[in-house]
């Protein structure tokens, strides 16, 4: 079987990281090789990479910073990890990846496409995911869910900049609709769960 690169992307309070860890489980139960990762992160790099974007004290952290600082953990992260799993014949399954900065930086932050297109090209080396879980849902509802949980410096951001955020995944839906499968994240966990193992299932079959 050869690799298959699977991501899920979505707003704070989505699900994306819960669906992304029940198709893990779903595919290690399958005895079918399959590696779970996190943007940023996956890497020692990028683990420090990831707690300096995240800490709320770094709030003087310029937009065009914190893009390249995710690049940077991403260049990582696809070298290191995903490109070697993926000629092993593994299914690597992402929590988040380019999308989403298409989604905070380029709609968020105001950036623009080009100059995060530009920043990624030389991150990802040509690497782009086989098909992408949008696991849609509003702001609103999302950080109604995460209520009572510690905010970290994205999250903290207030609500237009959420709702951005939103914007440009619906952005990156439709420019990208060949490998985006939106998902109703307004649904139960287990119909979610069962929807994406329906399209995977589809995907891994012509492969096996």
């Known amino acids: 079987m050869k690799g298959l690169f699977i991501t ?33 992160g ?3 790099i990028g683990e420090k990479i990831r707690s300096i974007i995240i800490d709320p004290e770094n709030s003087e952290m310029l937009s065009v910073t914190e893009a390249l600082l995710y690049a940077a953990a991403r260049a990582q992260l696809v070298s290191q990890v995903i490109k070697p799993a993926l000629s092993e014949g593994k299914i690597v399954i992402c929590d988040r990846y380019i999308d989403s900065s298409f989604a905070y930086q380029a709609f968020g932050r105001g ?7 530009k920043i990624n ?11 992408t879980f949008y696991m849609r849902l509003s702001p609103e509802i999302g950080f ?21 955020v939103f914007e440009g995944f619906e952005k990156a839906a439709d420019i990208y609709k060949e490998r985006f499968r939106p998902i109703n994240a307004d ?14 299932n589809q995907l891994i079959k012509p492969i096996k």
Do not use: C
């Open 111 to 117: 950036l623009g496409l080009d100059a995060i297109e």
């Open 144 to 164: 109604r869910r995460k209520k009572g949980t510690v905010f970290d410096r994205l999250e903290k951001e207030n609500s237009e900049f959420h709702r951005l």
């Open 42 to 44: 996956g890497t020692p």
């Open 8 to 40: 899920f992307e979505g707003g704070e309070g989505a699900g994306k990281s819960t669906q992304s860890k029940l198709l893990y489980e779903y595919l290690l139960k399958s005895e079918i090789p399959v590696l779970l990762l996190r943007e940023p």
């Open 187 to 200: 649904a139960s966990e287990r119909e979610i769960h069962e929807t994406i193992i329906d399209i995977v």
């Open 121 to 131: 090209s030389y991150a990802i080396g040509g690497l782009w995911p086989d098909i």
